[in-house]
């Protein structure tokens, strides 16, 4: 059963320090998501990715972050100077075909530390 | 997106049934009702989603109050793996982001 695959599975680094969280989709999906869940906390929406472009994103998703998708299969959420605040369980999810409903399906998650 | 409702956590036996409410009381009339669970240590799980008539299907069913401004994930007999934490979202469209709120962890017990 296709499913979407997230790396690293734990990333630890140092505060002001630039991350790169990859995930790879289901193929054939056309809308991308990233999610975060801090630890005890609720999953909360970063950003939705559709035709290249950000089709919403939340007030958390400031200048800092980024997304990309940078060669047809993976997807990419990059943060530029990480805060002791951004560690948290960063969840990828992508989604199928436009026109009718199709639920997302989640990554395992990439644990991020930030010390 | 209209807010949901559910109780924080519920007790099962295995092999038992298991009615776990969402109360949205603001729902408009083109939300869709979705159903996540997020098992531990894991990503969310989509379990099953509606927007008026009940739905079945392998792992659950919905049964969407008349007036839609409640609903229920049915369980029909609840395994050990079914111990999760269960999201009822509602959204206006059927793509939209997920809004989640706390959910209702389910303990079952053998």
């Known amino acids: 059963e296709p499913e979407v695959t997230q790396t690293p599975s734990h990333q630890v680094t140092q505060m002001g320090q630039e991350v790169i969280l990859r995930c790879v989709p289901i193929s054939n999906h056309l809308y991308f998501y990233w999610y975060r869940q801090i630890l005890g906390q609720k999953v909360e929406f970063l950003v939705s990715f559709y035709n290249n472009e950000i089709s919403e994103k939340s007030e958390i998703f400031d200048d800092q972050f980024s997304v990309e998708r940078p060669d047809g299969s993976n997807f990419t959420l990059k943060i530029r100077s990480t805060k002791l605040e951004d560690s948290a369980m960063y969840f990828c999810?992508?989604?199928?075909?436009?026109?009718?409903?199709?639920?997302?399906?989640f990554g395992p998650g990439t644990r991020l530390t930030v010390l | 997106d209209a807010k949901t409702t559910q109780p924080n956590s519920m007790e099962s036996n295995e092999e038992e049934p298991v009615h776990l409410p969402c109360n949205h009381s603001t729902i408009s009339g083109t939300d869709y009702i979705h159903w996540y669970r997020q098992l531990p240590s894991q990503g969310p799980e989509y379990v099953i989603h509606?927007?008026?008539s009940n739905v079945n299907n392998r792992m659950a069913s919905l049964a969407i109050a008349e007036d839609r401004k409640s609903s229920t994930l049915i369980l029909h007999r609840a395994t050990l793996r079914d111990a999760a934490v269960y999201y009822c979202?509602?959204?206006?469209?059927?793509?939209?982001?997920?809004?989640f709120g706390g959910g209702t962890r389910v303990l079952v017990k053998p």
């Open positions: 999810a992508s989604r199928g075909l436009a026109g009718r409903y199709n639920e997302q399906f």
């Open positions: 509606g927007l008026t």
């Open positions: 979202i509602l959204t206006r469209a059927a793509g939209n982001k997920l809004t």
